[in-house]
């Protein structure tokens, strides 16, 4: 497993990291989810992210249970904030910050987390209220440093314009050999203010492993077959982006690696990239796509990859 600086910070995280979106806040079982992050510690991956909003509280209590096995300074630990926890709990006021934060390292089991990150953008708060709230997070010693997930370029903006806070140095943007279009802006912002892009979907929720074959129904132990885990699926699972995918087997064959180290080590190709967010409900997935850390591209794989799949990626 190699490592990366995360954006202007002194964390070191591990080039693929074990989400916890869908899989751990109620997709697969108690015993599977630890032997997935059992694995992920076994092969090296250090860098572990989740939300309190995942199963609401499930997710974030799962890994509070299997993690105190582990020595805390041995694994980087991230969450996020903004979603509704209740009818009356949501978004990134003052008050829901410090609400959150306690009740997630609680059930985290933790005195704090290395990354807290907003889930999305609030515009019903004022950001400077949002920016001094997740400063007195960092300030107080219950988070190592901030981040946050899919906010508009100009909500970035604004946020670096106010003094006296902390300052990102990380951003959680869906980035994928289908799903392009952070590499218009976002990328090349951020890594002028030392923001490091942590991505999430780098697989198509699976799709890019080359699992769903067009014209079939989806396997009966994967994600697009599972009620609790497929609400998010639909837009990868049309003909032609299936159609497109099983064109893209045999790039991957010809490069010697599996699908799913192929599009792993294209997300990586990027230097703005400092992890990529896999999720798993096998072990076995979990190596397979560890093993894609350290893979270099050669230019005539990526100039097929792209030839195969620039007709169905959103750009």
Known sequence: MQFRKLGASDLEVSEISLGSWLTYSGGV?????????RAAFDVGI?????????????AESLLGEVLKGYDRSSYVLATKVYFPMSDTDFGLSAAQIAKQIDASLGRLQ???????QCHRADPDTPLEETMAALTEVVRSGKARYIGFSEWPLATIEDSLSIPDVERWVSSQPQYSMLWRAPEAELFGYCQAHGISQIVWSP??????TGKYRPGQAPPADSRAASESMNGFIDRLMQEPVLEAVAGLAPVAERAGLSMAQLALAWVLRRSEVASAIVGASRPEQVRDNASASGIVLDEQTLAEADQVLGPVAAR
Not at 48 to 55: E, F, P, Q, R
Not at 110 to 116: A, C, E, G, R, S
Not at 203 to 208: A, D, E
Request: aromatic share 8%; charged share 20%; glycine share 14%.
């Open 46 to 58: 250090n860098f572990i992210d989740t939300a309190n909003v995942y199963g609401r509280g499930a």
């Open 110 to 116: 933790t005195d704090h987390v290395d990354l807290y």
């Open 203 to 208: 697989l198509g929720q699976g799709v890019l």
């Open 29 to 37: 079982g108690r015993e599977q989810a630890e032997a997935c992050v």
